[in-house]
């Protein structure tokens, strides 16, 4: 019998309603609020990667392009940091909207090539436009608020990032369940059967990225006033593959796939803080591992055991 994945969503929020009161200090407060920004982050991409079948490698160059305006635009023309916030969620959606055409009649390692290509210009960009974004060494970002209140401490920060992702978990359940899930899902299956029962492909080829793509862009702008600096290190390479390896860990098209996968892959640095160099060896490691042994990632994996719908 399947369940409710509605019940797997209030657990979630209740999970994140207790947390705070049972971590025994700042430092795992901190880590909670990087799984939530990351799970965020990922449940965007998995709709874009797990159900809709359309693979990004370049992903976290739309997070630089939301970091950098909420650093960029408040220091350099006085712009309000909310405002500035949505200006880059724009510029990530327009961009997306740009380059989704011509990318995505691409298949296979053509396309995987074609966003790699893409987020690297926008890293070499954020590095080389050393006047405006500061260069290698980064520049700090403004505090955010609004009314005269800014937000400061870790405890504010995990009340306002753990509303974000209990709101993003709701809308990705609602929109998978909705006729624009199915036809993603439709898409992902064969794209010819797709064209035969009227989905128009490259629409929503087009609306998932920018989606995605917006999605990034907001998470790296909250990520980007939380820490309160920012480099481009945010938008390279290894922080794509994070994350793309986030997705197949929990599990393409699977929600809750996309939280596992954040927990885990966010707070493994932290357990290989003693071993110094060695995050890409693991991460590769665990990457090759799971398409061997657990292909369609974990959550996928056991609900199918357990005979529960993900």
């Known amino acids: 019998m399947r ?6 969503l209030h657990i979630v929020i209740a999970i994140l309603a207790l947390l705070p009161f049972v971590l025994p200090n700042s430092f795992y407060l901190d880590l909670a609020i990087r799984m939530a920004i990351n799970a965020v982050i990922v449940l965007g991409l998995n709709l874009l990667i ?10 976290a160059g739309f997070l630089g392009i939301g970091a950098y305006a909420s650093a960029v635009l408040p220091t350099h023309f006085n712009l309000h940091p909310l405002l500035a916030m949505g200006v880059g969620a724009a510029l990530a959606g327009l961009l997306a909207a740009l380059v989704a055409r011509p990318i995505f009649r691409l298949k296979g390692n053509y396309l995987a090539m074609a966003t790699l290509g893409l987020g690297i210009i926008l890293n070499i ?27 400061s401490g870790d ?3 995990y009340w306002v990032v753990a509303a974000l992702l209990a ?12 006729p624009f899930g199915r036809a993603l899902r439709a898409l992902h299956g064969s794209e010819v059967a797709a064209r035969v029962v009227g989905v128009d492909v490259a629409r929503y080829k087009l609306a998932i990225f920018v989606m995605s793509a917006v999605f990034a862009s907001l998470m790296g702008s909250v990520t980007a006033h939380y820490i309160g600096f920012v480099t481009p290190g945010v938008a390279d390479f290894f922080h794509s593959i994070e994350l793309v390896t986030m997705v197949v860990i929990g599990g393409m098209a699977s929600v809750y796939g996309s939280l596992i996968g954040a927990v885990l892959l966010t707070a493994l640095p932290q357990a290989l803080a ?13 990457l090759m591992l799971s398409m061997i042994f657990l292909p369609r990632g974990l959550v996928p994996t056991l609900a199918a055991r357990f005979g529960r719908g993900a």
């Open 155 to 157: 405890r504010q920060w």
């Open 167 to 178: 709101v993003s978990v709701w809308a990705s359940l609602n929109l998978i369940d909705s």
């Open 125 to 151: 960009a954020l590095r080389n436009e050393a006047a405006w974004t500061g260069g290698p060494d980064g520049m700090p970002v403004p505090a955010l608020g609004l009314a005269g209140f800014e937000l």
């Open 3 to 8: 369940t409710s994945p509605y019940i797997g």
């Open 50 to 59: 797990g159900f809709a079948g359309q693979i990004s490698l370049g992903h």
């Open 274 to 286: 003693t071993f110094e160099g060695w995050e890409t060896v693991v991460f590769g490691a665990i």
